[in-house]
């Protein structure tokens, strides 16, 4: 925006230069010319020559000069064209001298219709003269059209010289609005650049989840209702505390579903442990029951356990949430991930697992019990959502500091519309990756909040025959308390 009010700055005061520029030029060279053509009306009014009249030729014996003819000054020419047929024609020097004109200079001067009005012409190398032509009528009977002329040549050394000093000036003037302009408009727009930085700060702010400050805002100076700039600021101001009661009021929602979710979690932990004891107690009773309960017995068992599963998930996710502190020790994530890998393939024996680890055993700084739940997550995951005979290989490498977990799959892929939604809560895939098993759809939410609560990143890439979750982690300590049950 400054460069272009800058440049139309610039752009209008060119505009008036070049009008005011043409306008002088143009009137100053009519006053010329109308000098020029009151000199020609004078000597076209004056009465006719007479025989003698006019300087001496050049070489005349030194003496009394006469004066030019009616009065015309040096470099004036004098051409006579007689009724009769033949002309002459006369060319007086600086030097008071006569010089006779060519032919080709007299056939320039061809008198103009109209005697009396002045019109200019280009005489041979001589250059513009402005002319009149007036019928004679001497005292010895004769007839004759005579022409005077005067040289425009000061006219035009005049214009060229007022030309040259307008251009100057005005391009004087220009580099000046320019300069003048570009501070005059960064000034004005500096309330508006600092508008335009608060609205940058509130956009780099992560806004979508968490607590947010949101204490960004304009300053009072540039909220002044009177100008334009100031509206905008004041708008600002009060779209961002309509944003910041958004988010409090967000916040404070999240805090209470996650300490209900949490609160609930923990105080269902423990009548989910009665049912599961009694069914078990029930199951291995040496009482004979009918097998109908016997079956029903079983099933309460089995969603016992399922209900268990989903409730120590939720705590879970709630507890990291809510921003509690992981273990910080020593992790060598090579046995991790062999031990998970052999859990693996006793819980999916009819799927292929296999190792992709360095030589080296690769250690991070980090919570052992998580990090064995991410795998164990990613894993499952995978034995859960592909076929029998698929090949699951789980990968470890260490550079620059961070460790890279892969663990890629060769099934039937994650359809694209589901891709982005992988990490999200409750996340269902299509029939395409198929489910053999029931689940909890919280696995790869609770990936995801592991991973960061670790300081890492995990992402996927999937296409059908070749689906890869990468986990990034970094190898250094991200703190020291420990999580309190």
């Not at 009528?137 to 006219?155: E, I, K, Q, W, Y």
């Not at 304009?218 to 009661?245: C, F, K, W, Y």
């Not at 409090?248 to 929602?253: G, N």
Request: charged share 20%.
């Amino acid at each position: 925006m400054r460069t272009k009010l800058s440049a139309v700055s610039v752009l209008l005061v060119a505009v008036v230069c070049v009008v005011i520029g043409l306008a002088t030029v143009l009137s100053l060279r009519a006053f010329l010319i109308n000098e020029l053509d009151s000199q020609l009306g004078h000597a076209a009014q004056g009465p006719p020559p007479r025989p003698g009249d006019g300087p001496a030729l050049c070489g005349a014996s030194a003496g009394t000069v006469p004066p030019f003819p009616r009065g015309l000054p040096p470099n004036s020419i004098n051409a006579d064209f007689y009724t009769g047929g033949g002309s002459t024609g006369s060319l007086f020097t600086t030097d008071l001298c006569q010089v006779s004109l060519s032919t080709t200079d007299i056939a320039a001067l061809a008198p103009s219709t109209r005697f009396g009005v002045p019109y200019t012409r280009q005489v041979g190398s001589l250059g513009d003269y402005r002319l009149v032509a007036v019928a004679e009528r001497p005292l010895d009977g004769s007839s004759f059209v005579a022409v005077f002329g005067l040289p425009m040549t000061s006219v035009n050394q005049t214009m060229t010289q007022t030309g040259l000093v307008i251009g100057g000036a005005a391009g004087i003037a220009l580099v000046a609005a320019g300069l003048a302009g570009a501070a005059i408009v960064r000034r004005t727009l500096r309330p508006l650049r600092r508008v335009a930085d608060t609205a940058s700060r509130v956009a780099e702010l992560e806004l979508d989840r968490g607590d947010v400050a949101l204490s960004v805002r304009v300053p009072d100076a540039d909220t002044d209702p009177s100008t334009e700039v100031g509206q905008v600021g004041a708008a600002l101001n009060r779209m961002l505390g309509h944003i910041a009661a958004a988010l409090s009021a967000r916040q404070a929602s999240e805090t209470r579903v996650r300490q209900f979710v949490a609160d609930a979690s923990h105080e269902l932990r423990t009548p989910l442990a009665a049912i599961r004891g009694y069914a078990e107690l029930t199951r291995r009773s040496g009482d004979d029951v009918p097998p109908n309960v016997a079956h029903a017995i079983r099933r309460v068992e089995s969603e016992s356990a399922r209900m268990t599963l989903l409730v120590n998930d939720l705590l879970l996710l709630a507890r990291l949430d809510s921003g509690r502190p992981l273990d910080s020790e020593q992790v060598d994530l090579s046995r991790l991930v062999v031990d998970a890998v052999s859990d693996a393939h006793i819980a999916g024996p009819r799927h292929a697992w296999r190792l992709d680890l360095p030589p080296d055993p690769v250690v991070v700084t980090g919570d052992t019990q998580r990090l064995h739940q991410v795998l164990a997550n990613l894993l499952s995951n995978a034995r859960t959502h592909t076929p029998p005979g698929t090949t699951v290989t789980t990968g470890l490498a260490a550079a620059d500091g961070k460790v890279v977990l892969t663990v890629a799959d060769n099934g039937p892929g994650i359809p694209p519309e589901v891709l982005p939604e992988a990490f999200e809560r409750f996340a269902r895939a299509d029939t395409s990756r198929s489910r053999n098993a029931g689940s909890t759809g919280l696995g790869l939410a609770i990936v995801a909040a592991v991973v960061a609560a670790h300081d890492g990143a995990v992402t996927v890439t999937s296409v059908p025959g070749d689906t890869v979750f990468t986990v990034r982690l970094p190898r250094h300590s991200f703190g020291t308390a420990a999580p309190q049950e």
